[in-house]
């Protein structure tokens, strides 16, 4: 009696997917829905990982990353030369990716289409930084000569009272 239970469950199951988690349609992965591997997931096409995502299949979308990840970073790396840089510049890539894929029109593009966000992330992280440089004060008052308001043992105090200090003792002084 229990074998033939475990049977039709075993059927139902490969029928209609794992109810534990939807993307598991065999027994070889059932799993809980915490400790499931989704090897299956890693032999299905690029098609087909497309088309997963596109039913919103977030599992599909991580193995489609797990894909294309070196491609990635070797394609940031390439572009900006710098290990820390292109970290940032994949996790920007990955977020447009994500973003952008439901907007895939041709899945026969899709190596070359995520080597585009990747470059065009690289290029948008250039304007930016381009835009928007910091630099320290510290920096400018050691390239200009100024004079600082008081020495690094000294309490800091607010810009305004520095300044009415040093016009004190400018005045006391001459």
Not at 22 to 40: G, S
Not at 46 to 58: M, Q, T, Y
Not at 69 to 96: F, K, M, P, Q, T
Not at 128 to 136: P, T, V
Request: glycine share 6%; charged share 30%.
């Amino acid at each position: 009696m229990r074998s033939t239970l475990l049977g039709k469950l075993e059927t139902i199951i490969n029928a209609l997917g794992n109810p534990l988690n939807p993307c598991c349609t065999d027994l070889a992965v059932f799993h809980d829905e915490h400790t499931c591997t989704h090897t299956h997931l890693e032999i299905l096409s690029d098609v087909e990982l497309i088309a997963r995502i596109k039913r919103h299949d977030h599992i599909a979308f991580d193995a489609l990353l797990r894909r294309y990840e070196r491609v990635i970073h070797l394609r940031a790396y390439g572009l900006c030369g710098n290990w820390e840089e292109a970290d940032d510049i994949a996790a920007e890539s990955r977020l447009r990716i994500y973003e952008g894929i439901l907007k895939l029109r041709d899945v026969g593009f899709l190596r070359a289409w995520i080597g585009r966000i990747v470059a065009n992330t690289f290029i948008d992280s250039r304007r930016k930084s381009r835009r928007c440089q910091f630099i320290s004060l510290d920096v400018v008052v050691e390239k200009v000569g100024f004079t600082t308001m008081w020495s690094e043992g000294q309490r800091q105090l607010s810009p305004q009272v520095g300044v009415k200090e040093k016009e004190t003792r400018t005045t006391l002084i001459s």
